[in-house]
């Protein structure tokens, strides 16, 4: 087990998982941000690999990563910066990209290097269900790397049972169909959806993602999930000057 597994475990309700660019602002950040959410009380984070096309994402995180290329970072590099994440980070890390990042590194080696040093799991959007399934799964589960899939208000019925029984973790309920960024309104077609999820008892809990900017979209979110996921917000307010203390007045909110 995980230490991802042994958090949903353990916490049911009210889970806050924070997304930041790796590399961003500054190559050597991404340690640093890593400790700074885990001591302002992030339950888990996702850290993104910066991809050249990033299509699901909106300007803010097509920005953060076309810095964060511009600053050099690669997956290469983000192996090596986390290599002594784990005397410095406990709470579960996920790495999140997209597909062809991984394909060139090579899916196996990415996987033994997620359990070399210390990742519990990753989300990669633009991953076939059908590939994960014929043609990784093996090496994740062989790894310790949970993966985690994207539901839509289009999913269907039939897929997301399928996605459940391909998971170990959680699902990532997109708020909407849109990219990135967007703030998330709770109409009534968005309750209907969440609703809809909640009534088929899905054997894996949910977070939900996309539009949450603050405690107030956080507290919706918590309505119908174990917790939500921020991204586009909390990239918008690092302050590469006040590192440190931009991560610490974001995270207030949430206390």
Same mark, same amino acid.
């Given at each position: 087990?995980?230490?991802?597994?042994?958090?949903?475990?353990?916490?049911?309700?009210?889970?806050?998982?924070?997304?930041?660019?790796?590399?961003?602002?500054?190559?050597?950040?991404?340690?640093?941000?890593?400790?700074?959410?885990?001591?302002?009380?992030?339950?888990?984070?996702?850290?993104?690999?910066?991809?050249?096309?990033?299509?699901?994402?909106?300007?803010?995180?097509?920005?953060? =990563?076309?810095?964060? $290329?511009?600053? %050099?970072?690669?997956?290469? /590099? +983000?192996?090596?910066?986390?290599?002594?994440?784990?005397? *410095?980070? =406990?709470?579960?890390? $996920?790495?999140? %990209?997209?597909?062809?990042? /991984? +394909?060139?590194?090579?899916?196996?080696?990415?996987?033994? *290097?997620?359990?070399?040093?210390?990742?519990?799991?990753?989300?990669?959007?633009?991953?076939?269900?059908?590939?994960?399934?014929?043609?990784?799964?093996?090496?994740?589960?062989?790894?310790?790397?949970?993966?985690?899939?994207?539901?839509?208000?289009?999913?269907?019925?039939?897929?997301?049972?399928?996605?459940?029984?391909?998971?170990?973790?959680?699902?990532?309920?997109?708020?909407?169909?849109?990219?990135?960024?967007?703030?998330?309104?709770?109409?009534?077609?968005?309750?209907?959806?969440?609703?809809?999820?909640?009534?088929?008892?899905?054997?894996?809990?949910?977070?939900?993602?996309?539009?949450?900017?603050?405690?107030?979209?956080?507290?919706?979110?918590?309505?119908?999930?174990?917790?939500?996921?921020?991204?586009?917000?909390?990239?918008?307010?690092?302050?590469?000057?006040?590192?440190?203390?931009?991560?610490?007045?974001?995270?207030?909110?949430?206390?």
């Amino acid at each position: 087990m995980n230490r991802l597994q042994q958090l949903f475990q353990t916490k049911k309700k009210n889970l806050l998982s924070i997304y930041y660019t790796a590399g961003y602002p500054n190559l050597n950040d991404t340690v640093k941000i890593a400790e700074a959410l885990e001591k302002a009380g992030a339950d888990f984070m996702e850290i993104g690999f910066p991809y050249s096309d990033p299509v699901a994402d909106g300007p803010t995180i097509q920005a953060s =990563s076309k810095e964060a $290329l511009d600053n %050099g970072m690669t997956l290469e /590099v +983000l192996f090596e910066q986390l290599k002594d994440l784990r005397e *410095k980070v =406990s709470i579960p890390i $996920l790495l999140m %990209g997209y597909v062809n990042v /991984v +394909l060139q590194y090579g899916v196996a080696n990415f996987c033994k *290097k997620c359990k070399e040093v210390g990742v519990d799991g990753c989300i990669i959007p633009d991953l076939p269900m059908y590939e994960y399934e014929e043609l990784y799964r093996g090496c994740f589960d062989e790894n310790g790397i949970s993966n985690i899939f994207l539901v839509t208000p289009q999913t269907s019925d039939e897929r997301i049972r399928k996605i459940d029984s391909l998971s170990n973790a959680f699902i990532y309920l997109l708020s909407s169909a849109a990219t990135t960024g967007k703030d998330l309104a709770v109409t009534e077609n968005a309750r209907a959806y969440f609703s809809r999820i909640q009534s088929m008892n899905l054997n894996n809990p949910i977070m939900i993602g996309f539009g949450i900017s603050d405690k107030q979209t956080f507290n919706s979110a918590n309505e119908y999930a174990s917790g939500a996921i921020i991204g586009s917000a909390f990239v918008k307010n690092i302050d590469k000057n006040e590192l440190e203390g931009s991560i610490n007045s974001f995270m207030s909110q949430f206390k």
